[in-house]
């Protein structure tokens, strides 16, 4: 839980995933391997794609994120910055410290990927 704030970190994750899943170029949040071993071993503030950290001072976002073929890579990370720090401080009310983009892979649009194949 966030320090002075009744919201568990796993609330505010699934809050920053909608907000990330939103912007234009990104195709889908990836789950990275550390994410399930992590999770197995209790909650830490993950949705899939991404964790939230709580800090003294505010929360602290890592988002892995698939863009879309074509887009313009650092517009499309630095848009998922901008709209997750906004929409966490308007609507939760947490001060927001960093937003922290991986580019975890591209989709290309009409190309089916094998299970188990890297994105």
Same mark, same amino acid.
């Given at each position: 839980?966030? #320090?002075g704030?009744?919201?568990?970190?796993?609330?505010?994750?699934?809050?920053?995933?909608?907000?990330?899943?939103?912007?234009? =170029?990104?195709? @889908?949040?990836?789950?990275?391997?550390?994410?399930?071993?992590?999770?197995?071993? !209790?909650?830490? !503030?993950?949705?899939? !794609?991404?964790?939230?950290?709580?800090?003294?001072?505010?929360?602290?976002?890592?988002? @892995?994120?698939? /863009?879309?073929? !074509?887009?313009?890579? #650092?517009?499309?990370?630095?848009?998922?910055?901008?709209?997750?720090?906004?929409?966490?401080?308007? /609507?939760? =009310?947490? @001060?927001?410290?960093?937003?922290?983009?991986?580019?975890?892979?591209?989709?290309?649009?009409?190309?089916?990927?094998?299970?188990?194949q #890297?994105?």
């Amino acid at each position: 839980m966030l #320090p002075g704030a009744d919201i568990e970190l796993d609330v505010i994750a699934r809050v920053a995933a909608k907000i990330a899943l939103s912007v234009k =170029g990104v195709h @889908s949040l990836e789950n990275a391997f550390a994410d399930g071993i992590v999770a197995a071993f !209790g909650k830490d !503030g993950r949705a899939r !794609g991404v964790r939230a950290i709580a800090e003294e001072d505010g929360c602290v976002f890592h988002i @892995s994120v698939v /863009t879309k073929y !074509g887009v313009n890579m #650092p517009e499309v990370a630095w848009n998922v910055q901008e709209h997750v720090k906004n929409a966490v401080e308007e /609507t939760i =009310g947490i @001060s927001v410290k960093r937003v922290n983009v991986l580019i975890a892979g591209i989709h290309e649009a009409g190309k089916k990927r094998n299970p188990g194949q #890297p994105v």
